[in-house]
């Protein structure tokens, strides 16, 4: 009917991303912020939407944008270090990811993928500080995987003969045994 602003495309935008338009999202959020450069939800919505479109290149150099403006926002840094997973970028997903951590960002998942990512790139030690400084996390019984995770790692301590990280996690373990199920102790024991 003639309206033209920014709330009309970002709207329409957004009603596009939930519809799995994802490029038509993309149009409408670019719109909507080049006529209010400012506005983060609008950014925030362009973001998604090239995720959604698989433009990975365009939404690392928003991304990028992004935290240069707001370096304290653990969410932008994990979504950096999912970005660089998509992207098979090891590196720049494990520093995405410990600045996320620095930041305050405790969830188990994001704490399982730096541990693993870590145990990937050889850095075994960083890997198990994480899961020193966490183990009562990793460790709830509500969380089979988590406690799968620990195991498969101190397994591949053993392969490795790296038995000074092997001590330090099972130590980990040992301080945190009121949260185990006896067979889970057992099997650590």
Known sequence: M???????????????????????????????????PENEQWRQGLLYALLNSHAFDQ???????????????????????KLALKQNRLIQAISSLE???????KGL???????????????PRRAIKILEENMQLFLNNKMVNSIAMVDQISAWLVYQ??????????TAVDNNRAELAGNIQAKFD
Do not use: C, P
């Open 99 to 105: 600045m996320a951590l620095q930041l305050g960002e």
């Open 59 to 81: 939404a690392q150099a928003l991304l990028e944008e992004m935290l240069a403006n707001n370096m304290n926002n653990n969410l932008l840094w994990l979504q950096r270090g």
């Open 109 to 123: 998942e994001n704490l399982t993928t730096t541990v693993q990512l870590h145990i990937q790139a050889g850095s």
């Open 161 to 170: 003969q790296d038995w000074q990280q092997l001590k330090s996690l099972l």
């Open 2 to 36: 003639g309206v033209g602003d920014a709330q009309v495309f970002g709207q329409l935008a957004y009603v596009n991303l939930q519809l799995d338009q994802a490029a038509s999202a993309v149009a409408g959020y670019q719109y909507a912020l080049f006529l209010e």
